[in-house]
């Protein structure tokens, strides 16, 4: 296992977390930029992430790894919403900071924090299989996690809520994951440019919404350790648990457990940003999680893998 790798992204998520806050101080990025950075993320920049993930070749000899991966993956959400939906509830009392934590416990960082650390640990073949996980990430984030976040907004059964950039992304792109599609050159390497400004834009932003809360109000608030114990250490392995008796291949046990390790998805900021809701909890959680998560990821892979 490659710690050097998983330390150095590690390392990397926090110095851009540090340009964001050094902007917001310094007047750069002002709370309307903040916000107006926010909704490019979740708009354009993410969904153009969704559908890049989905270019992804299926062929005869990795379509029963491919399979099986897909319902290792709907153990992996359903665990993980059990989570989100119960362990918010001992936390707190405010339905906002419920909304949030719940996010933050069902999404998990598998982007920029999970393919370079499984490809770490399993070599390039990972990424394939991770990437699968993905594929329902989009669907899941503009969706339940939206319903999450602002459950007024299920009420109604607002059309806009599965018609936002997000849904159409992921549709299109698991679409043209089954049919084979692959989008041609010039689009893709522009969808390839706006989705790679996600991890790094997404960061600053953080930073930025960190710069406006107390530094000591983020690392004295207990309920965020609370969830980020869920997070980091209590969803794998309970995970680890459920698949061991019935997964075989060490990689196709190895891949769901690292991810379900991962610190809390950055775009829970973005989110809750981007619905009004608490983002300074959001902010503290994936700050949190992400410091935590240097000892906790080589902690699983070494005690359980």
Known sequence: MDFIVIVNSIIILFLLMAVGYICFKSGIINREGAKGLSSFLVNIALPSLIVVSMQIPLNADTYSKTMEMFGIAAVFYI?????????????????????????????????????????????????????????????????VGVLMLRPDMGRYLDKKLFLNSGIIASAAGLIFFFTGFQIPSPALDVLTILGSLTTPLAMIVVGALLATMPFSG?????????????????????????????????????????????????????????????????SKGVFISTMLCVVTIPAIAVLLL
Do not use: C, H
Request: hydrophobic share 60%; net charge negative.
């Open 79 to 143: 665990l993980s919403f059990v989570f989100a939906v119960i362990i918010p509830r001992y936390l707190t009392e405010s339905d906002l900071e419920k909304g949030v934590y719940g996010f933050m416990l069902l999404f998990s960082n598998l982007g920029f924090m999970g393919i370079p650390v499984s490809a770490a640990i399993f070599g390039q073949e990972a990424v394939f299989y991770t990437s699968l996980f993905m594929l329902p990430f989009g669907i899941l984030v503009f969706s």
């Open 218 to 282: 983020m690392i004295k608030d207990k309920k965020i350790y609370a969830m980020s114990f869920f997070r980091l250490i209590a969803i794998p392995v309970v995970l680890f648990i459920i698949l061991k008796p019935f997964v075989d291949d060490p990689m196709l046990l190895g891949i769901p457990v690292i991810l379900a390790a991962m610190p809390a998805a950055a775009n829970a900021v973005l989110m809750a940003e981007e619905y009004g809701v608490d983002s300074n909890s959001a």
